[in-house]
């Protein structure tokens, strides 16, 4: 369970103060797939950043199954970032010259995993997102955008995270890879009970997710939960 209380964080250029995030609040269930929309520059990987823990608020604070991020010394939030949290942005973020397989074991090398079961547990992960076994060994520049997601979310997955935030993951994707991306993104935060928030300008993937965020100048509304019928039923 995510609970995110009064979350607060200022900018300030020049003699000019920005809030990208003004007094946020909401919870989250563990194994929820979740979707925040906003315009370009409304705040949201502001407050993706601050679940992360790759940036402090303001004011506010952000509770991990009851542990407050607040209250931590900056040695525990690497920790939380690296064990609790996994990152999905739109860039994807790999390194391509390495192949898809050692991407996805790489944050279990930094955790300590020895190398037979990365390897083992990198397979598995693949299999899970659906990238062709012919394509665990090639190297990340050679390979299609969707394939670089698939592998990004793989990797995101590596180390068992409570919590997947992914910025825009399909921004860079065509319409049909990019829904393919979020049904993934679906089946995996049922399967392995995995919270997930997503960005995303796109109001049809929005619509996929169990529970619709809108950020607007700095304010965080809950959209009414979706009814697959009445979407369906004649206006
Ligand atoms: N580190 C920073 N320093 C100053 N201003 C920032 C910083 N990060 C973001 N901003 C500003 O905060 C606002 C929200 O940015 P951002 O969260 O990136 O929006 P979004 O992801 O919704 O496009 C923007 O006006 C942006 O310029
Ligand atoms: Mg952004």
């Known amino acids: 369970m995510i609970e995110v209380k009064n979350l607060v964080?200022?900018?300030?250029?020049?003699?000019?103060?920005i809030t990208p995030v003004n007094d946020v609040s909401f919870e989250l269930e563990q194994g929820t797939l979740a979707s925040i929309v906003g315009k370009s520059g409304s705040g949201k990987s502001?407050?993706?950043?601050l679940l992360g823990a790759l940036d402090k608020p303001t004011s506010?604070?952000?509770?991990?199954?009851?542990?407050?991020?607040?209250g931590m010394p900056d040695g525990q939030l690497t920790e939380y970032r690296r064990r609790d949290i996994g990152f999905v942005f739109q860039q994807f973020n790999l390194i391509p010259n390495l192949s898809a397989l050692d991407n996805v074991m790489l944050p279990m090398e930094f955790?300590?995993?020895?190398?037979?079961?990365?390897q083992e547990r990198a397979r598995h992960l693949l299999e899970q997102v659906q990238l062709d076994p012919d394509k665990h060994v090639r190297r990340i520049n050679r390979l299609s955008g969707g394939e670089q997601q698939r592998v990004a979310i793989a990797r995101a997955l590596a180390n068992a995270?409570?919590?997947i935030l992914a910025d825009e993951p399909t921004g860079?994707?065509?319409?049909q890879t990019g829904e393919h991306i979020i049904e993934l993104l679906s089946s995996l935060s049922r399967n392995h009970n995995t919270t997930?928030?997503?960005?995303?300008?796109?109001?049809?993937?929005?619509?996929?997710?169990d529970r619709r965020f809108r950020l607007q100048q700095g304010q965080l509304t809950e959209e009414?939960?979706?009814?697959?019928?009445?979407a369906a039923s004649p206006a």
């Not at 997930?196 to 997710?209: F, G």
């Not at 009414?224 to 009445?230: C, G, H, N, P, Q």
Request: glycine share 6%; hydrophobic share 40%; charged share 25%.
């Open 172 to 175: 860079n994707l065509d319409e």
């Open 111 to 118: 955790a300590g995993i020895r190398k037979a079961a990365r």
């Open 161 to 163: 995270p409570k919590l």
């Open 46 to 49: 502001t407050l993706l950043s």
């Open 60 to 70: 506010g604070d952000v509770l991990v199954n009851g542990v407050s991020l607040a």
């Open 196 to 209: 997930i928030l997503v960005v995303t300008h796109d109001r049809s993937l929005a619509n996929k997710t």
């Open 224 to 230: 009414a939960a979706r009814s697959r019928i009445a």
């Open 9 to 17: 964080r200022t900018f300030k250029s020049g003699d000019r103060t």
